[in-house]
Structure formats: C-alpha cells, structure tokens
C-alpha cells in the first residue's frame, strides 16, 4: 500500500536559517503530494500540494517539488521566522490522505 | 479558509463508558467528512469515510461496532467509541470536504480521549 516516510523531529532552528524537511514516499500510481501544517491548538491546514511529476508547490515561503525520478517531496524554505514553528505533515493521496508522521519544528530567535 | 470544529477538545471517561465526539464544519457543507486516529509520534490513521445520509465507509481492522459514525446533515458528524477501554485512549481527527474549494480538506482541531 501508500506510504510517506518523514523526516523525524524535532527540528531547532534559528531565525533566518534555511529549513528542509525530508519526505518521500511509495505509491501505486501517482497520487497527489500534500504539505500540511499544524499550528499550536488549531487544525491541520493545507500549505501547499503538487499533483503532478516536477510540479512545484509554493506557499507562504516555503516550497516542494514533486519528484517523481525520486519519490520525493521535501519540504524547503529559505529563511524561516518564530512564526513557522508548528509540526509539519507529508501527506499523499487524492480524496483519501496517507500521512507521513509529522515533524515538529521550532524557530528560535 | 473554511472551519471545523470539533468538540469536545479532550475528555477523559472510566473503561466501559461510551463517548461522543463531534465534528462541525462552522461555514460550509460538507459532503464528506473522514474521521482519523493519531497515536503518538505515528502519522494520522484513517478510520472511516462518511457521506451525508449514507453509512460509514470503515477502513480495514476497524470495529464498526467499537467507533460509530453518524453523518446525519451537511454540517455534523460524530464519532462514538462504544465502551471504551484504555487502548482506545488516542488522538481523534476529523476532516471536511464539500462546497468551498471543492476537493481540498479542512481538518478540526482534534480530540484527545484518555480512557482510565
């Protein structure tokens, strides 16, 4: 079946440092590629998505290719803020999700 | 974007009790809702796909008689985890999709359930 292997957490960074957050994945077909977040006692949000091979998915700074040649979507940004800091999810799939197990991250300034 | 809210936002019950969960969506209509169950540090498990009016779609190695889903309007569903036991104690996450930006999943804050 799908599956989506997460870079593990936690992640701490400063302020301004350049952030990836590794995902790839297995899957019959080629399914949608997802990036959620998670903010502190709120609800996983969408950040950005791909649907097909070499499209790219941009959002807020951050940003993931969709690499079909490596299964991979990895989540990138080049400078993040305190306000980035949440756990971020890889996800795959079209209606129905498979996710990865999230990556916490934390920004300090 | 659009909300779901889920309620309550954590409960704890005695073993054999049973407890309700609900799940919202606040402004738009949703004709699907999925219930998920996170244990900790492990990803988000789908448990079951609900359609407004029709039963429960359960994903496989889920008691439909343990976790009852009712999706009985465009705006409720709920969740019931029927005599709960301890190993039932998890993470419980709903998410939406219907009319605003069709196809894209508005997810609740999700629940925690302790069972003593």
């Known amino acids: 079946g799908d599956s989506v292997t997460q870079m593990e957490g936690p992640v701490t960074l400063s302020e301004e440092a350049f952030l990836t957050i590794n995902c790839t994945y297995t899957a019959t077909g080629y399914p949608s590629l997802f990036w959620y977040v998670q903010y502190p006692g709120e609800g996983l949000q969408l950040l950005l998505k791909?649907?097909?091979?070499?499209d790219k998915g941009s959002n807020k700074g951050f940003e993931a290719t969709y690499r079909k040649e490596t299964t991979s979507f990895h989540l990138e940004k080049g400078s993040v803020q305190v306000s980035d800091s949440a756990v971020y999810f890889c996800a795959l799939g079209d209606e129905k999700l498979t996710f990865g197990t999230g990556t916490r991250l934390t920004i300090i300034p | 974007g659009a909300v779901v809210s889920q309620h309550p936002s954590w409960v704890i019950c005695k073993s054999g009790t049973s407890v309700k969960i609900e799940c919202r969506s606040l402004d738009f209509q949703a004709t699907t809702m999925f219930w998920y169950r996170q244990f900790p540090k492990q990803s988000l498990m789908l448990m079951a796909t609900s359609n407004e009016g029709s039963k429960a779609t359960y994903e496989q190695g889920v008691e439909k008689d343990k976790f009852l889903i009712n999706h009985a309007s465009l705006t409720l569903s709920t969740l019931t985890v029927t005599s709960a036991h301890p190993e039932d104690s998890s993470f419980y996450i709903c998410s939406a999709s219907g009319t605003i930006n069709t196809g894209e999943l508005f997810f609740g804050e999700g629940s925690r359930l302790t069972v003593l």
């Open positions: 791909a649907t097909k091979a070499d």
